[in-house]
């Protein structure tokens, strides 16, 4: 089956760094994405990894291990509107589509 | 000027009825979807269309009927409403899709979201 984890809840100080793990088992793994949702508004795209390795933008980062199945989000100089719930999803390609499957997301509460 | 946009953002209903969600997309992608997020905030996929043929149907009940009358439009309409139904429903969109094996991004973007509440 397809199984993606990731913690439910996260709490953090203004102006720290934060890394919000994700661990996934899934066949046809095609690529890995983070995703912002703030309560009671759209998921918003921050990044992608199909290869190992960091990608960097800006205060954000985000590590694949794909022999691991894991894959880290990490925030840097955190600000209060850094608050909400982060999605880990994976690209799965499987029939000749892709789909994106979501972890259940990481609640994060960046407190002053 | 709105990427991904869905009317209406919420609805009450009372079981038994049936509704339907509109989605449209100024993108010019190809391919759009119905996702369901519950109140455990798990998003699931429901359904694909890739220029308007559908492409994925997750185990979804058949009173979910995806409508695509134009690849910049995937409607959703529900019949028979129930109490689990009640959830955030978003439509979403990307350029390329779900045809074959990529490795660019082909990113979804992803609808404001309509509130369902059935009571």
């Known amino acids: 089956g397809q199984n993606i984890d990731q913690p439910t809840e996260m709490t953090a100080t203004e102006g720290a760094i934060v890394q919000i793990n994700c661990t996934y088992q899934?066949?046809?793994?095609?690529?890995l994405f983070w995703y912002q949702q703030h309560a009671g508004e759209a998921p918003t795209f921050l990044s992608y990894n199909v290869l190992d390795g960091l990608e960097e933008k800006g205060r954000f980062s985000s590590f694949l291990s794909r022999s691991k199945g894991y894959s880290y989000l990490l925030l840097k100089e955190l600000q209060m509107k850094d608050s909400a719930s982060y999605l880990c999803?994976?690209?799965?390609?499987?029939?000749?589509?892709?789909?994106?499957?979501f972890g259940a997301g990481t609640r994060l509460a960046v407190h002053p | 000027d709105t990427a991904v946009s869905q009317t209406p953002k919420y609805l009450v209903t009372q079981m038994g009825n049936d509704k339907s969600i509109k989605c449209e997309q100024n993108l010019g992608h190809d391919t759009m979807y119905w996702y369901k997020q519950d109140s455990k905030k798990f998003l699931k996929i429901m359904f694909s269309y890739n220029n308007k043929e559908l492409i994925i149907n997750e185990t979804v009940p058949n009173r979910f009927s995806p409508k695509s009358p134009d690849k910049a439009h995937l409607n959703l309409h529900i019949n028979s409403l129930e109490l689990g139904d009640s959830a955030v429903y978003f439509c979403?969109?990307?350029?390329?899709?779900?045809?074959?094996?990529?490795?660019?991004?082909?990113?979804?973007?992803f609808g404001p979201g309509t509130r369902l509440t059935v009571l």
């Open positions: 899934t066949s046809g793994f095609n690529g």
């Open positions: 999803a994976v690209r799965t390609f499987s029939g000749g589509y892709n789909k994106l499957i």
């Open positions: 979403a969109s990307s350029r390329r899709g779900t045809s074959g094996a990529q490795t660019s991004t082909d990113t979804q973007y």
